[in-house]
């Protein structure tokens, strides 16, 4: 429980608890990602962390103190939005950003997220707007 930040220009994030007022801080395992955005899966207590650097999206298991760091199908996207999917078991991340040449071409790409994670295929799909969603993990 709390309500989590992320500690963009710090390369960390944190939790406040406002029963007891403190904050508790964990450094990201990489540098220079800066967290731009945080969405916690209540059904698994996972919490979510998209980047603004790295192409990289982030779990994080507040149990074990552990992260995972999921590599991005294409180079210099910024995380701007995540959102939890509990009902199909997805993470849906907004992304922008996208290098031109990434050679990605709209195709639809596997992000190789763990099993124990998926309940289906993990795919990149490119809208209309020249932007990318990163959905079924």
Not at 9 to 33: H, K, M, N
Not at 101 to 128: F, I
Request: charged share 25%; glycine share 12%.
């Amino acid at each position: 429980m709390g309500i989590w930040i992320p500690a963009y220009s710090a390369g960390q994030i944190a939790r406040f608890d406002p029963l007891t007022e403190t904050f508790r801080v964990w450094d990201l395992p990489l540098p220079d990602l800066l967290p731009y955005v945080i969405r916690v899966d209540q059904s698994t207590g996972t919490v979510w962390i998209g980047t603004g650097h790295g192409d990289v999206v982030l779990s994080f298991y507040p149990s074990n103190e552990r992260f995972t760091a999921y590599e991005l199908p294409t180079r210099g996207a910024l995380v701007r939005h995540l959102d939890v999917d509990e009902a199909r078991g997805e993470i849906l991340a907004r992304l922008r950003g996208l290098a031109r040449d990434s050679g990605q071409g709209g195709a639809a790409g596997s992000l190789g997220m763990p099993a124990h994670h998926a309940r289906g295929r993990a795919r990149a799909y490119e809208d209309d707007r020249r932007r990318r969603t990163v959905g079924r993990w």
